[in-house]
T-cell receptor, first 114, second 110 residues
Framework: GENVEQHPSTLSVQEGDSAVIKCTYS??????FPWYKQELGKGPQLIID?????GEKKDQRIAVTLNKTAKHFSLHITETQPEDSAVYFC?????????????FGKGTHLIIQP | EPEVTQTPSHQVTQMGQEVILRCVPISNHLYFYWYRQILGQKVEFLVS????????KSEIFDDQFSVERPDGSNFTLKIRSTKLEDSAMYFC????????FGPGTRLLVL
């Protein structure tokens, strides 16, 4: 089955700086890669996703890059703000919202220092 | 904006008791899921459900677990005889191509 590794487990950045979180996956059949933000006591909220037919996607301060050859994908947050502090999870799936369900990474606790 | 809802938000039960966790998926979604998250760990897939039957299930989803869509709106997860290690946050999700998660039910088994 799929295995997703995520690094780092904790990331502390100064407000205004950029944050990068990296994930690798094992199953070459995976073609859907979402990123979720989880705030304390809440469910994961989708913030951005990418499918295997593109290499990069951007939404305002958030971008995701995908390298299918190397089987890794990354989340980039620019101009970080205090409200970006949360746990971020990457995930992979081979159908995108279909039967298989998502395989999650272990999460990155992002701390934005004022 | 439509959202997935879950009840109860918290559930405390004695080991060996049955619990039913309830979810109302987003109305036009066709796939439904249950995930669990043990405290401090990653979110783990339990089961997916489509067209009134289980599509896929993980090795966690053993005979103690069952899912049901009893009517047109609710989707339930039943744990028949809870164990201490079932204590976790349980998330329901629904999908029309992208999975949207509910706020979760925190289950504590004593």
């Amino acid at each position: 089955g799929e295995n997703v590794e995520q690094h780092p487990s904790t990331l502390s950045v100064q407000e205004g700086d950029s944050a990068v979180i990296k994930c690798t996956y094992s199953d070459s059949a995976s073609n859907y890669f979402p990123w979720y933000k989880q705030e304390l006591g809440k469910g994961p909220q989708l913030i951005i996703d990418i499918r295997s037919n593109v290499g990069e996607k951007k939404d305002q301060r958030i971008a995701v890059t995908l390298n299918k050859t190397a089987k890794h994908f990354s989340l980039h947050i620019t101009e970080t703000q205090p409200e970006d502090s949360a746990v971020y999870f990457c995930a992979a799936e081979d159908s995108g919202g279909g039967a298989d369900g998502l395989t999650f990474g272990k999460g990155t606790h992002l701390i934005i220092q004022p | 904006e439509p959202e997935v809802t879950q009840t109860p938000s918290h559930q405390v039960t004695q080991m060996g008791q049955e619990v039913i966790l309830r979810c109302v998926p987003i109305s036009n979604h066709l796939y439904f899921y249950w995930y669990r998250q043990i405290l401090g760990q990653k979110v783990e897939f339990l089961v997916s459900f489509y067209n009134n039957e289980i599509s896929e299930k993980s090795e966690i989803f053993d005979d103690q677990f069952s899912v049901e869509r009893p009517d047109g709106s609710n989707f339930t997860l039943k744990i028949r005889s809870t164990k201490l290690e079932d204590s976790a946050m349980y998330f329901c999700a629904s999908s029309e191509g992208i999975e949207y998660f509910g706020p979760g039910t925190r289950l504590l088994v004593l």
